[in-house]
C-alpha cells in the first residue's frame, strides 16, 4: 500500500517534472540576433540550435553573405577593387562605361529584367534617376521636418524620361552591364533585399541546415520549420495609431516567403502628410490605394518583385497577377483598413490566442 | 523501484508513515490513500492547466533593449518605469513601460519611425529604431508563445 502511493507520487512528480521542461524536449534551443550593416535595414534571424555556438557560426555565415550581396547592390557607396551598382550607375565624361561585375550582379539585373516584364513595369529597376530625386527630397525632409518639400514634378518627369529598361545592356558572355542612357540610373531596392535573402536561404538549405528564418526588412524568409512545428510569422498591422491590432495577420509557414511593402517604414512628412518611398512609376508619386501589400510565396525575390508590384496596381489588376502565377498568395491591406485576399491567402493564417 | 527513489525519503516508503503515525485502521488508511490520490490527481489537473496556459501565452514579461545587436538592458513589464536608452553616437530614445506596456515616447533620432510606433506587450512584438541600431522586443521567462517573427 504504501510502496503504491509512493510510486503515485512519484509519478505525479515524474510527470509535472516532463511537463514543466517540456520545451527542451528536441534539446535544440531558440536564439535571435540582429544587425544593421545590410541593405539600410535591420536583418533579424531567429533559429534553433543544439548550443549558441552552432547558433553563432551560422550567423557568421549569414550576415557574411549578406555583406557581399549588400555591397554588390548598394548604389550609395564604393568600395576599393569592387564593382558594385554605383560604379555602374557610375558617369565619366558625359557617359556611363562598359563595366565587369559579378556573376551575382549579372544575375540580380537579368532578373530584374524579368520582373519589369512580369509586372507591366510597376517595378523597374531603370527607375534610379527618378528615384534618386525621391531619395535627396526625403532624406533632407528627414533631418529638417520644418523645411521638407515635394520634388519639383518638372524634375521627376525629366528624370522619367531616362527609365526605359532596354537600354540596361547585359553581356552574359563577358559579364559586362552598360547602361546606353547616359542619364539613366539603376536602382535595385525593390528587388535586391528579396533577392539576397532568398539567394543566402538557398545556400544554407544547400548546406543542410534548417530550423532558420530570416527578415530583412521586411523580406522574410524560413529556412526548414520550427523545430518540427511551422514558423508563426505576425504581419505587423501598417496603422500605426491602431494600439488594439499589433498584426493584421498571422501566417504559418515553414520553406517558404513573406514580403511585405507598406507605406508605414521609410517616409516623410510634408504639410503633415506621409510620402513613402514607392513610387508608381506612371505617376511619379508614392503609390496611395494601399497601406501595405503582403505577398506570400516560396521565393522571397519574387515575393519581393511582387509586392511593389501589386502596391502600385489597382486590386482587380494585381488580383489577376497573383492568381495567374503559381504558388502565390497575398493580402491588401486598404486605407480604411480593410483587408483583401487572394483566394489561397487564408489557408495559411491561423488565430493567436490571447 | 526503490532504485529510483530520492535518497531523502525513509526506507519501505515511509513518508506518509512518519506523517500520519503508526496507529491507524483500515479506514483511516483508505482515507489517506483516497485524499493522496486527489491530491495527485489535482496536482496533475494543475500542470495540465499551467501547461495549457504557458502554450497560449502570448503577453510578455520584459522589454529587451539591444543596441547594435548586443542585449544592454531588460525591464519587467509589470513594473512601470521611465528609461533613456543612449545609444552609440549620442541617441536617445525614451522607454516607457506603463501598464504591462512597452513604447518609445520620445527620440531624437531623424525618421521618429520608433516613436511612432504602438505599444508592444506580447512576445515576438519589436520597436526599431534604425538610425540609433536599436530593438526593443518582448521576451517571455519561457519559449511558448507568440510570434517568431514579426513583420
Known amino acids: 500500500m504504501n510502496k503504491k502511493r509512493l510510486a503515485a507520487w512519484i509519478l505525479a512528480l515524474c510527470l509535472l517534472g516532463s511537463l514543466v521542461s517540456?520545451?527542451?524536449?528536441?534539446?535544440?534551443?531558440?536564439?535571435?540576433?540582429?544587425?544593421?550593416?545590410?541593405?539600410?535595414?535591420?536583418?533579424?534571424?531567429?533559429?534553433?540550435?543544439?548550443?549558441?555556438?552552432e547558433f553563432d557560426r551560422v550567423c557568421e555565415s549569414i550576415t557574411a553573405q549578406m555583406e557581399e550581396y549588400h555591397r554588390l547592390y548598394t548604389i550609395y557607396n564604393r568600395y576599393a577593387g569592387l564593382n558594385n551598382l554605383h560604379t555602374v550607375n557610375d558617369v565619366d565624361d558625359g557617359a556611363h562605361t562598359v563595366v565587369q561585375v559579378d556573376a551575382k550582379i549579372m544575375d540580380l539585373l537579368l532578373y530584374g529584367k524579368e520582373i519589369c516584364t512580369l509586372t507591366g513595369g510597376k517595378t523597374n529597376i531603370a527607375m534610379g534617376s527618378v528615384l534618386s530625386i525621391w531619395h535627396e527630397y526625403r532624406e533632407a525632409g528627414m533631418y529638417d521636418p520644418a523645411g521638407a518639400e515635394l520634388p519639383p514634378m518638372d524634375a521627376l518627369r525629366a528624370a522619367a524620361e531616362h527609365t526605359d529598361i532596354t537600354q540596361m545592356i547585359l553581356d552574359t558572355e563577358n559579364n559586362t552591364v552598360f547602361l546606353a542612357d547616359p542619364e539613366m540610373r539603376l536602382d535595385v531596392g525593390a528587388i535586391?533585399?528579396?533577392?539576397?535573402?532568398?539567394?543566402?536561404?538557398?545556400?544554407?538549405?544547400?548546406?543542410?541546415?534548417?530550423?532558420?528564418?530570416?527578415?530583412?526588412?521586411?523580406?522574410?524568409?524560413?529556412?526548414?520549420?520550427?523545430?518540427?512545428?511551422?514558423?508563426?510569422?505576425?504581419?505587423?498591422?501598417?496603422?500605426?495609431?491602431?494600439?488594439?491590432?499589433?498584426?493584421?495577420?498571422?501566417?504559418?509557414?515553414?520553406?517558404?516567403?513573406?514580403?511585405?511593402?507598406?507605406?508605414?517604414?521609410?517616409?516623410?512628412?510634408?504639410?503633415?502628410?506621409?510620402?513613402?518611398h514607392i513610387i508608381d512609376p506612371e505617376t511619379l508619386m508614392p503609390g496611395e490605394k494601399y497601406l501595405a501589400v503582403s505577398v506570400l510565396c516560396k521565393d522571397s525575390a519574387l515575393g519581393d518583385a511582387l509586392s511593389t508590384a501589386l502596391f502600385l496596381m489597382d486590386f482587380e489588376e494585381g488580383l489577376a497577377l497573383v492568381e495567374s502565377t503559381a504558388d502565390v498568395e497575398a493580402m491588401w491591406t486598404l486605407p480604411s483598413g480593410e483587408q483583401k485576399y487572394s483566394s489561397g491567402f487564408v489557408a495559411y493564417t491561423f488565430t493567436l490566442e490571447k | 523501484m526503490r532504485g529510483a527513489l530520492p535518497h531523502a525519503l525513509p526506507e519501505n516508503g515511509g513518508f506518509l508513515r512518519v506523517r500520519f503515525g503508526e496507529e491507524m485502521g483500515t479506514n483511516d488508511r483508505k482515507k489517506i490513500r483516497n485524499d493522496v490520490i486527489l491530491a495527485v490527481v489535482l496536482l496533475l489537473l494543475a500542470a495540465a492547466a499551467m501547461l495549457f496556459w504557458q502554450l497560449q501565452k502570448t503577453e510578455g514579461d520584459f522589454a529587451v533593449v539591444l543596441i547594435d545587436g548586443v542585449e544592454t538592458a531588460r525591464y519587467a513589464l509589470d513594473t512601470d518605469t521611465e528609461v533613456e536608452i543612449i545609444t552609440d553616437g549620442g541617441g536617445t530614445n525614451t522607454l516607457v513601460i506603463r501598464d504591462g506596456e512597452a513604447f518609445v515616447e520620445t527620440a531624437n533620432c531623424p525618421d521618429l519611425v520608433c516613436a511612432g510606433h504602438r505599444a508592444i506587450s506580447r512576445v515576438g512584438e519589436t520597436i526599431v529604431c534604425l538610425p540609433h541600431k536599436l530593438v526593443i522586443k518582448i521576451a517571455a521567462s519561457t519559449d511558448a508563445g507568440g510570434v517568431d517573427m514579426a513583420a
Open chain 1, 22 to 53: 517540456c520545451q527542451k524536449q528536441s534539446g535544440k534551443t531558440k536564439y535571435s540576433a540582429y544587425y544593421f550593416d545590410y541593405f539600410d535595414t535591420v536583418t533579424t534571424v531567429v533559429g534553433y540550435a543544439d548550443s549558441k555556438e
Open chain 1, 192 to 276: 535586391a533585399k528579396g533577392y539576397a535573402v532568398e539567394m543566402v536561404a538557398q545556400q544554407l538549405a544547400a548546406e543542410g541546415i534548417g530550423g532558420y528564418i530570416l527578415n530583412v526588412g521586411g523580406n522574410v524568409r524560413a529556412i526548414g520549420s520550427a523545430n518540427g512545428d511551422p514558423w508563426s510569422v505576425g504581419i505587423e498591422n501598417p496603422d500605426t495609431e491602431d494600439t488594439e491590432t499589433p498584426y493584421i495577420a498571422y501566417l504559418h509557414l515553414s520553406d517558404a516567403a513573406v514580403v511585405t511593402s507598406g507605406s508605414y517604414q521609410r517616409y516623410y512628412m510634408v504639410d503633415g502628410k506621409n510620402y513613402h
